[in-house]
């Protein structure tokens, strides 16, 4: 699976968008992009996926640049309760199974 | 509430003994996951099962092993315990193999002393 870079950690102001980035500059074709959070030592909990569109849900959007070597999570208006740490994770369907976890970005919404 | 149980929710247990972690996955769920995290290796996958069947391995260790019963849920057994083994241990679940979305249990917190 295609490694992935993030920053470790983003500050944002309650209200506003959240913009996280990630570079998987080695994306093979048949890799998704999922983003994963995970709110203080709770279970991480799934947010969204794509693979070359970009996509939207009740949670956020995921931009996927044209090259798919780097995306943007949108949390469109944070708020105190999406502080966590976001893991941006590559993972082609054909070998199924687990998720590889990185050290994700560590969010911190500011009141 | 991801519909994963995870029990115990806290194990404090000495060095060289073994504990049993357990994990139901949620209705319907035939893949079951176990991740370990610690602060020093961040969240690491260790095994797979599907439907009984153990499908992947990660980074787990000998001393660690896993089963899934015809029920479903999952054991993870940790033996011959070391201080490095104090960590978070996650269940997760999907529906089937390779699903974008596992769901989480609320993990057991493993303290070895």
């Known amino acids: 699976d295609a490694k992935t870079t993030q920053p470790p950690s983003m500050d944002c102001a309650e209200g506003r968008a959240a913009n996280l980035p990630c570079n998987h500059s080695t994306i093979s074709g048949n890799e998704y992009v999922y983003w994963y959070r995970q709110i203080h030592s709770q279970g991480p909990q799934y947010i969204i996926h794509g693979l070359k569109n970009n996509e939207t849900n009740e949670m956020a959007s995921l931009i996927i640049t044209e090259d798919r070597k780097s995306s943007t999570l949108i949390l469109p208006h944070a708020t105190l309760r999406d502080t966590a740490v976001y893991y941006c994770?590559?993972?082609?369907?054909?070998?199924?199974?687990?998720?590889?976890f990185g050290t994700g970005t560590s969010l911190t919404v500011i009141p | 509430d991801s519909g994963v149980t995870q029990t115990p929710k806290h194990l404090i247990t000495a060095t060289g003994q073994r504990v049993t972690l357990r994990c139901s996955p949620r209705?319907?769920?035939?893949?079951v996951y176990w991740y370990q995290q610690s602060l020093d290796q961040g969240l690491q996958f260790l095994i797979q099962?599907?439907?009984?069947?153990?499908?992947a391995k990660g980074n787990i260790l000998e001393r660690f092993s896993a089963q899934q019963f015809p029920d479903l849920h999952s054991e993870l057994n940790l033996s011959s315990l070391e201080l490095g083994d104090s960590a978070l241990y996650f269940c997760?679940?999907?529906?089937?193999?390779?699903?974008?979305?596992?769901?989480f249990g609320p993990g057991t917190r493993l303290t070895v002393t």
């Open positions: 994770i590559v993972r082609a369907t054909n070998t199924g199974n687990q998720f590889y």
């Open positions: 209705s319907g769920d035939l893949s």
């Open positions: 099962y599907y439907n009984g069947e153990e499908r």
């Open positions: 997760a679940s999907s529906v089937v193999i390779s699903y974008y979305e596992q769901y």
